[in-house]
């Protein structure tokens, strides 16, 4: 798992390579691209292109629902806090550094 396939369903984050199609009938299924058009985002998007937190973009969709999900239902949370919560989402370009901090500022607003 890498957590790239990250969405929402029914209010939870799940990884959607886990999840078979059947599993999702009938329920609400939001994804990155649905998040961003609401404006649900746009908070972290932003946080995310000035911490230069986000290089390659293949992490990206997963690390803002994540993060998203972590400041809705944690707006207090601490750094080790957020590093925990991005525990299962794996980035290969930007050692979680500049993510991390993006997360940290959206909290901290």
Same mark, same amino acid.
């Given at each position: 798992?890498?957590?790239?396939?990250?969405?929402?369903?029914?209010?939870?984050?799940?990884?959607?390579?886990?999840?078979?199609?059947?599993? /999702?009938?009938? @329920? #609400?299924?939001?994804?990155?691209? $649905?998040?961003?058009?609401? %404006?649900? =985002?746009? *908070?972290? !998007?932003? /946080?995310?292109? @000035? #911490?230069?937190?986000?290089?390659? $973009?293949?992490?990206?969709? %997963?690390? =803002?629902? *994540?993060? !998203?999900?972590?400041?809705?239902?944690?707006?207090?949370?601490?750094?080790?806090?957020?590093?925990?919560?991005?525990?299962?989402?794996?980035?290969?370009?930007?050692?979680?550094?500049?993510?991390?901090?993006?997360?940290?500022?959206?909290?901290?607003?």
């Amino acid at each position: 798992m890498c957590g790239t396939c990250t969405v929402r369903v029914d209010g939870k984050i799940v990884r959607g390579c886990l999840m078979l199609a059947v599993q /999702a009938d009938g @329920r #609400r299924v939001d994804t990155i691209e $649905g998040l961003s058009d609401s %404006g649900e =985002l746009a *908070a972290l !998007q932003e /946080a995310f292109h @000035r #911490r230069n937190a986000l290089q390659c $973009g293949y992490c990206t969709p %997963g690390m =803002l629902i *994540a993060a !998203q999900d972590l400041v809705a239902n944690e707006p207090g949370a601490s750094r080790e806090r957020i590093r925990e919560h991005l525990s299962g989402n794996y980035c290969r370009c930007t050692g979680y550094q500049a993510i991390v901090d993006a997360i940290e500022d959206v909290l901290k607003k």
